[in-house]
C-alpha cells in the first residue's frame, strides 16, 4: 500500500508527558509534547496529578498537532497510540481518546507498545538520522527502562537482556536526588559530569549475569558514600559536586557499555541502535562513538526530540502497522505492564 497520501496521528500518555504527532512516508509533520512541570516539587511523577494533567491538555494537543501538520482531522488514516506499558491512569486517558476518535472518524485504530516505539523510532526519516539494518542490537534506555533487544524485523523482538531492578534512569534521577539536585536529575549529573574527574572515586559495578542489569546496588552505594564523606566534610558534596556526578556518570556508562560488549559477542551483531530519554546523556553518546571506532560497530542514535517520550515514534510504529493492515479491535484496553 502506497504512503504517500497516508496520514497518522499518533497519540504517547505512557507518563507524565501528553504528546500528539502527524507522520506522513515515514516523514514527521508535526511533534508536539505538553510536558508536566508541576511533579518538579515532589521529586517525581505522581501518577494521579499525570493523569488529570494528560486530561486537560490532550485535546489541545492533539488540536495544535493537526494544525501543525496542516491537515483536517478528516484526512487522517489512522490513530495511533500507546496501549503500555506505563501508568495505569495516564495510559487510559491516551486510549480512551484515541478509541473515541477512531470510532468517531470510522478510521482504523492501531495500539503501540511504547517499547517497541522507542526502537522503531530510528525508522522516521529525518536529517542526521541513520536507519539501522536488520538484524541489530537495541540499548533502550530511560526512565522506566533498561534493555537490550535482539531486532530480527520490523514486528520481531527479543529481549535478551533487561534490569532485574531499577532502570538506568532512576539511578541517575534517585542518585541525583541523594546529592540535594533537583528533579529530574539526571541531566544535571551529564551537566555536572563534563566538568569533572571521572577517576575521583570509585563506584563498584553491580555483578548480575553478562546481558542483565541491577541498578539498586548502585544507588544504596552513592547513598552510604554520600553519607559517610558528609559526616566527615559537611561540605563535601558542594566541594566535590563536579567529580561525583563524573565518577558515578563514568560507572554507569561503562557498565552499559560491558553489557552491550557481551551482546555483540554472544550474538555476532555489530550493529547498534540506541534510544530512549537517557540516550541524551553526553557520556554514553561519547562512548558508543569510541566503540564504533574501536570495535568497528555501526551505530544509531536518534535525534534528541525522538530519544525523550514522544508521539512521533507512535505515529512511526503506526504507519508500519499501517502498512502491514495490522489494526486493534475496538475493546482494546491499555496495559500498564507490557512485554515486547
Same mark, same amino acid.
Given at each position: 500500500?502506497?504512503? #504517500? ?6 497519540? %504517547?500518555?505512557? &507518563? ?27 521529586? /517525581? ?28 482531522? *478528516? ?16 495510559? +487510559? ?5 484515541? *478509541?473515541?476518535?477512531?470510532? =468517531? ?21 529525518? %536529517? ?21 533487544? *535482539?531486532?530480527?524485523?520490523?514486528? %520481531? ?11 538506568? =534512569? ?34 563498584? #559495578? ?16 552513592? +547513598?552510604?558514600?554520600? @553519607?559517610? @564523606? ?14 561525583? &556526578? ?18 555483540? #559477542? ?8 540506541? /534510544? ?12 558508543? /562513538? ?7 560497530? $555501526?551505530?544509531?542514535?536518534? $535525534?534528541?526530540?525522538? &530519544? ?12 508500519? $502497522? ?16 507490557? #512485554?515486547?
Amino acid at each position: 500500500m502506497s504512503l #504517500k497520501n497516508c496520514y497518522i496521528l499518533g497519540i %504517547e500518555s505512557s &507518563c507524565d508527558d501528553t504528546a500528539a504527532a502527524v507522520i506522513n512516508n515515514g516523514v514527521v509533520l508535526s511533534n508536539v509534547v505538553a510536558t508536566q512541570k508541576i511533579h518538579e516539587e515532589y521529586g /517525581g511523577v505522581v501518577p494521579e496529578l499525570a493523569s488529570r494533567a494528560h486530561q486537560q491538555n490532550i485535546v489541545p494537543v492533539v488540536h495544535q498537532a493537526l494544525r501543525k501538520a496542516n491537515i483536517d482531522k *478528516k484526512q487522517l488514516n489512522a490513530i495511533a497510540f500507546t496501549r503500555g506499558p506505563g501508568l495505569m491512569g495516564s495510559l +487510559l486517558v491516551g486510549t480512551s481518546f484515541s *478509541k473515541s476518535l477512531a470510532m =468517531g472518524l470510522g478510521i482504523p485504530l492501531i495500539d503501540v507498545n511504547h517499547m517497541q516505539a522507542h526502537i522503531l523510532a530510528h525508522f522516521i526519516k529525518a %536529517e542526521g538520522q541513520s536507519e539501522p539494518n536488520f538484524p541489530f542490537l537495541a540499548l533502550t534506555i530511560s526512565g522506566g527502562h533498561t534493555q537490550i533487544v *535482539k531486532v530480527t524485523g520490523y514486528f %520481531e523482538m527479543e529481549v535478551i537482556g533487561e534490569t532485574i531492578d531499577d532502570a538506568v =534512569g532512576e539511578a541517575f534521577d534517585k542518585s541525583a536526588k541523594i546529592l540535594g539536585l533537583p528533579y529530574p536529575g539526571g541531566p544535571l549529573i551529564d551537566k555536572y559530569a563534563q566538568q569533572g574527574d571521572p577517576k575521583r572515586f570509585k563506584f563498584t #559495578k553491580p555483578k548480575v549475569s553478562p546481558l542483565d542489569f541491577s541498578f539498586s546496588g548502585l544507588k544504596t552505594a552513592v +547513598l552510604y558514600f554520600v @553519607e559517610r @564523606e558528609v559526616q566527615k566534610n559537611p561540605n563535601f558534596i558542594s566541594e566535590n559536586i563536579v567529580d561525583i &556526578c563524573a565518577s558515578l556518570q563514568f560507572t554507569i556508562v561503562d557498565y552499559l557499555m560491558d553489557k552491550l560488549k557481551n551482546a555483540v #559477542k554472544q550474538t555476532g551483531i555489530k550493529e547498534i541502535a540506541m /534510544g530512549g530519554g537517557v540516550s541524551a546523556n553526553s557520556g554514553i553518546r561519547t562512548a558508543l /562513538g569510541a566503540a564504533e571506532k574501536r570495535y568497528g560497530w $555501526k551505530t544509531h542514535i536518534p $535525534k534528541f526530540e525522538f &530519544c525523550t517520550d514522544n508521539a512521533a515514534m507512535i505515529a512511526m510504529v503506526g504507519e508500519l $502497522k499501517f502498512k502491514h493492515q495490522i489494526f486493534a479491535e475496538s475493546n482494546v484496553a491499555a496495559q500498564a505492564r507490557m #512485554k515486547l
